[in-house]
């Protein structure tokens, strides 16, 4: 199999991930449990914090000490620019959060459920960075990137994008939108992923130099979305503990993932 069929596969499957946990709208017969939202919302979060470290900012560090440069360099300022460019896009562009009634970003007359969608996307343009970012280093030939840890990410963000795409479904559906056209918004959330990977494998064929930084930055955009936005949610009310045990579940599994096929 060709490396560019292997990346064709790394961009489609966290997409894929998002339609189907969408399409469970069809089989809910009734809004999603409580528990169940902030275990599915505390999974993805550790899939994510664990991704970025062993995904991106440990093989940051290692391309830097192989290229004889100050490791830490590129992972910290790379870190830091992907929080604060996710700081900025959180600032502008109107959004609303689960179980929430008042939407941040700048004020719209966009109606809640096109802005819970929006809070979904804008939190899968660093999943879609993280996977194209790994995808441009397995092309590019890097000795730290191979093509198992690469697609060891790309199915640890689908595995977390399943009840990504559900929780932001069944809440359309509670919000009166029927199941075809929430499973329609559900999914889409999820088509910046690809995009944003693409855009991601794009710059980084012309600009390999800085690889580190990109899988940094990468990485502080997606922890951003973890301490902003998804670990208050699983928190917040009853039961956070539920939503804690889902964060050791999606941080061992994607650890496994990580460390089995890397």
């Given amino acids: 199999m060709s490396d560019t069929i292997k990346a064709a ?29 902030k275990l599915l919302l505390g999974f993805a979060s550790g899939v994510m914090v ?43 562009i109107p959004h609303l959060h689960l179980n929430e009634e008042h939407p941040e970003g700048r004020p719209s007359s966009l109606g809640k459920s096109f802005m819970l969608v929006l809070a979904v996307t804008l939190h ?17 030939g890097s000795t730290v990137i191979t093509t198992a840890s690469a697609l060891a990410l790309a199915i640890g963000i689908a595995v977390q994008n399943f009840p990504e795409g559900a929780v932001i479904s069944a809440p359309l559906v509670s919000n009166g939108l029927s199941r075809p056209k929430a499973f329609f918004y559900g999914a889409m959330s999820g088509i910046v992923e690809p995009i944003g990977a693409i855009l991601t ?36 009310g009853a039961h956070s503990n539920v939503g804690t045990v889902g964060v050791a579940m999606g941080f061992a599994l994607m650890m496994v993932l990580d460390v089995a096929l890397g």
């Fill in 124 to 140: 899968n343009i660093p999943e879609g960075m993280a996977v194209g970012v790994v995808l441009a280093g397995m092309l590019e």
């Fill in 201 to 236: 494998i794009l710059l980084t064929s012309v600009v390999t130099p800085v690889l580190p930084y990109i899988l940094a930055f990468a990485a502080g955009a997606m922890i951003y979305v973890v301490v902003e936005e998804l670990i208050p949610e699983s928190q917040a």
């Fill in 9 to 37: 596969i790394g961009l489609v499957l966290p997409f894929l991930g998002t339609v189907l946990g969408a399409g469970t709208v069809f089989f809910l017969k009734k809004n999603m449990g409580l528990r169940l939202q």
């Fill in 50 to 92: 664990a991704a970025s470290v062993w995904s991106l900012l440990i093989p940051a560090i290692e391309m830097s000490e192989a290229a004889g440069g100050v490791a830490w360099i590129p992972a910290v300022v790379g870190f830091l620019l992907g929080m604060g460019f996710l700081l900025v896009l959180d600032t502008v």
